[in-house]
């Protein structure tokens, strides 16, 4: 069935240092992967997206890349802050399911 | 402009109790999914609806009901309440399709099934 894999489920960086989350999925059909941070005790928010026509997008310090062949995309963060302190999901999407597939989460830790 | 406003917040059921969840969406949006949060199995779709109609469900059994009304406001309603129940309810709206715009998620309604 439908899958998306997310690793690490906990990462622990100094502030300052880059982090890196990677998702995998199964349906060679989706098109569409958004990123959201939860904090909290707070509704997740979304930070990032990309669609399956691009390979890389920015901004600021969050980039987010896709590779298709391999079914593989990943989220980074450069330059990490305290307040990056969070729980993030993955997720793919595609066209006509109306739903995302999420991934598991990663429990990113900012130690400053 | 508002967000998704969730209600009530928290709510605490007694096994067997029906349940009634209500999500209002951003104002334009007509597309209101739910999504079911618990720390064992992470975000799990419920159902979505555009339009008063529901064009997906997840794989979560026929206790878990949902409508759309005219004005894109949504409830669902979950009967005959187990324990496993328990769980943070999110609603999302989007302008049409999430696949064409990222959700906007509401702050969840957290029930407790005692």
């Known amino acids: 069935g439908e899958n998306v894999e997310q690793h690490p489920s906990t990462l622990s960086v100094q502030e300052g240092d880059s982090a890196v989350i990677k998702c995998t999925y199964s349906d060679s059909a989706s098109n569409y992967f958004p990123w959201y941070k939860q904090e909290l005790g707070k509704r997740p928010q979304l930070i990032i997206d990309?669609?399956?026509?691009?390979g890389e997008k920015k901004d600021q310090r969050i980039a987010v890349t896709l590779n298709k062949t391999a079914k593989h995309f990943s989220l980074h963060i450069t330059e990490t802050q305290p307040e990056d302190s969070a729980v993030y999901f993955c997720a793919a999407c595609t066209s006509g399911t109306y739903k995302y597939i999420f991934g598991t989460g990663t429990r990113l830790k900012v130690l400053a | 402009k508002a967000g998704v406003t969730q209600t009530p917040r928290y709510l605490i059921k007694t096994r067997g109790q029906q349940v009634t969840l209500s999500c209002s969406p951003i104002?334009?949006?007509?597309?209101v999914s739910w999504y079911q949060q618990t720390p064992g199995q992470g975000l799990q779709f419920l159902f979505e609806?555009?339009?008063?109609?529901?064009?997906n469900k997840g794989n979560f059994p026929g206790r878990f009901s949902g409508r759309q009304f005219s004005n894109s406001r949504s409830e669902m309603n979950v009967s005959t309440l187990e324990l496993g129940d328990s769980a943070l309810y999110l609603c999302?709206?989007?302008?049409?399709?999430?696949?064409?715009?990222?959700?906007?998620f509401g702050s969840g309604t957290r029930l407790t099934v005692v």
């Open positions: 609806y555009f339009s008063e109609t529901q064009r």
């Open positions: 104002s334009g949006h007509r597309s």
């Open positions: 990309i669609r399956s026509n691009v």
């Open positions: 999302a709206s989007s302008p049409d399709s999430p696949n064409n715009y990222g959700y906007t």
